[in-house]
């Protein structure tokens, strides 16, 4: 196996116990010396996915046309979405849904996928294609159409007869895709599909099933998709990795990027009772390692999560297991997990589902009933649920800090509590950080409050923070906001609107807690407390100007001068920064 680097520290320690004790240690997961492969507009390395060249976080949800027969209704699910905070959409296609007979295809009114991805494209999302031939989805056959059981030949194999079957619905549904590829299609089509899935959870790898694969990987080339392919890996087997993994006992395959799954943090109970799942896992730079580490079975491609648990689908016989799942998938599971996911080096996740909708007619597989809700943050009904919220909070810090996109792991922190555990990530362009913060574990549920001790891009601090309960906080520093330099601070970020006239950034923490955020000046600023109790304090020698609040309804602070330019700061509690939503430059509520 070949050297991989983590930058110029091989052994970073981003999680420390008080001032002695190492908790854990990254691990040699990521080739960060690997170039860049690029695919037209779309190229990637070991630390995240680049459109026209700039990294990009990938904040993916998932819906089903198929489970929503109404192109009317597309729109208003796609709306939400991008009002939640997701730059991108993944779809499965079914096979069955638009093949009642062999040769046969239909793809006008309620399964008019051209319209679909136009729709995508209009409202500001990516697109994530996922056409099979086998998508599961909980789908009868797995979307496969009713005609193909006729055939006696084995599916999903290098049967001729069933690639005959096969290669009859990847040329109708490539024929579309190929038109709205971020890329184009050399005939004047353009549109946003940035990636392309072949097959799905495929775990089954011997000659015959490689020949398969292969064929699909060509198939696709030969009909026009020019985006990174990748396949769907079932549960973090190092199955279907591109040829460039060095891992020991990963399984090869034509695919240039690796992807994988993975639903953890628990079920409810039969009575419709949430549990306490276990911690969030590390499926990336914090992880073990090797083939079934979860990103680290390709260290030259970016940690990707097909499908990371947004809900689950309910069962014949429940009480009525979606508005619990909404609630065990819910808020802090997504501050927790996906947290742990992101501080992990998994720049690419696509939440499964963003929406469920209903399995009409007879698309429901066995296992599940008609309704689909999935618990997700978009009901089935298409009413927004809390947790839509947190993750448009979420969001914001993403679009806020681009820096986040394609960090490494930074040096170890200092604790004071043996309760608590911090991931510290850097960008190696900027040096701007991320403190990932939870409980060790991170399913804990104590109430703490301590002290962090870091070295960051402007000093050596010593950070007082809080944790309650199930939770994490995403916090950054060493970041340039509206032309304003935060030195570190314990509210999350979730707007900054560096264009509007007066620029504004918006920071929320949770209803009560103590914050604290330092801004850095070259002079005294003016502080003007507009609204809300806030202190402030300015370190002459340092340049650092000191605010501590309690989060409690909305604070509004004005600051000018000190040789940087006017600046609205809005502290809020969480539920009333969730209260704002972003519209271009503007923020409403």
């Known amino acids: 196996m070949r050297a991989l680097l983590l930058a110029a520290a091989v052994a970073a320690a981003p999680l420390v116990q008080a001032s002695t004790a190492v908790a854990q240690t990254a691990q040699a997961t990521a080739d960060f010396t690997a170039p860049a492969q690029t695919f037209g507009r779309v190229s990637y390395d070991a630390r995240s996915l680049m459109i026209d060249g700039k990294r990009l976080v990938i904040w993916s949800s998932e819906m089903h046309p198929f489970r929503l027969p109404s192109p009317e209704l597309w729109r208003d699910v796609l709306q939400k979405m991008k009002a939640s905070g997701f730059n991108t959409v993944a779809f499965y296609f079914d096979w069955g849904y638009h093949s009642p007979k062999q040769g046969v295809y239909d793809f006008t009114g309620i399964r008019d996928l051209d319209l679909l991805l136009k729709m995508s494209e209009e409202e500001g999302l990516y697109v994530i294609v996922r056409p099979g031939p086998y998508a599961n989805a909980e789908l009868t056959r797995g979307g496969f159409p009713g005609w193909l059981v006729n055939q006696r030949a084995p599916s999903r194999t290098d049967s001729p007869e069933y690639l005959a079957a096969a290669d009859e619905w990847m040329t109708q549904i490539n024929g579309i895709i190929a038109r709205h590829q971020i890329n184009g299609d050399g005939k004047g089509n353009q549109g946003s599909v940035i990636l392309y899935q072949i097959e799905n959870e495929l775990a089954l790898t011997t000659p015959a099933h490689r020949r398969y694969m292969d064929h699909l990987y060509a198939k696709a080339r030969a009909d026009g998709i020019n985006v990174p392919i990748f396949h769907n890996d079932q549960g973090r087997n190092g199955y279907w990795a591109p040829e460039t993994s060095p891992v020991d006992k990963v399984v090869h395959g034509p695919v240039d990027l690796y992807a ?13 009772q949430v549990t306490r799942g276990a911690a969030a896992p590390d499926w990336g730079f914090y992880g073990p390692g090797g083939a079934k580490g979860g990103a680290s079975a390709s ?67 066995p296992v599940v009933f008609t309704s689909y809700d999935y618990g997700a943050a978009i009901s089935e009904a298409r009413e927004i649920r809390p947790k839509a919220e947190e993750m448009k909070q979420l969001a914001g810090l993403l679009e806020s800090v681009p820096d986040l996109a394609g960090m490494i792991p930074a040096g170890p922190v200092e604790i004071s509590s043996p309760n608590i555990q911090v991931y510290h990530n850097r960008s190696p362009e900027t040096d701007a950080r991320f403190l990932l913060v939870t409980h060790k574990p991170s399913n804990g549920q104590t109430n703490d409050d301590f002290t962090v001790t870091a070295s960051l891009p402007d000093g050596r601090y010593v950070v007082p923070m809080t944790l309650n309960g199930f939770d994490a906080k995403w916090l950054v520093a060493g970041v340039d906001l509206a032309g304003q330099r935060l030195v570190y601070s314990t509210s999350e970020v979730q707007a900054v609107l560096p264009s509007a006239r007066q620029p504004v950034v918006l920071m929320y923490g949770r209803k009560d807690e103590p914050g604290q955020t330092v801004l850095r000046f070259d002079s005294a600023p003016t502080v003007t407390v507009l609204e809300g ?27 000018s001068g000190g040789g940087r330019p006017d600046l609205l700061l809005l502290i809020g509690e969480e539920k009333e920064a969730a209260r704002f939503w972003r519209q271009g430059d503007v923020l409403v509520r």
């Open 533 to 559: 109790q806030v202190r402030s304090a300015f370190d002459a020698a340092a340049g650092d100007l000191k605010l501590d609040y309690a989060h409690q309804g909305l604070a509004r602070v004005k600051i």
């Open 299 to 365: 260290p030259s491609t970016p940690g990707f999560m097909a499908e990371i648990g947004g809900g689950w689908f309910d069962y014949w016989g429940s009480n009525g297991g979606y508005e619990c799942n909404a609630r065990q998938r819910g808020e802090r599971f997504q501050r927790v997990f996906y947290g742990v996911n992101l501080a992990n080096g998994i720049t690419l996740q696509s939440i499964y589902v963003g929406f469920g909708g209903t399995s009409w007619g007879w698309l429901a597989a």
């Open 260 to 272: 994988f799954d993975g639903y953890p943090g628990g079920t409810c109970t039969v009575g419709g």
